[in-house]
């Protein structure tokens, strides 16, 4: 068994290493979002079916439409 002693000073470490490790994960899913947005941009580009970008890229039918209209492209 583990014994060790908690104190304010440990707790906000560990609070800290908690919201740096939340953080990151944040961060990583932001980043493949973006990265999704634009492979679904390049197949819009490509002319490949709404519904194979949807499936492809996890992301919504609106999203693809506000990808799309905001690069001018004809949905």
Excluded: H, Y
Aim: glycine share 10%; charged share 35%.
């Amino acid at each position: 068994m583990v014994n060790f002693k908690w104190d304010q000073k440990r707790a906000l470490e560990v609070a800290k290493e908690d919201g740096i490790s939340i953080g990151e994960a944040r961060g990583e899913a932001r980043g493949e979002r973006n990265d999704m947005m634009k492979v679904a941009l390049s197949l819009l580009k490509k002319g490949l079916p709404v519904g194979v970008i949807t499936d492809s890229t996890n992301l919504s039918l609106e999203e693809v439409r506000k990808i799309a209209k905001d690069n001018g492209l004809a949905f």
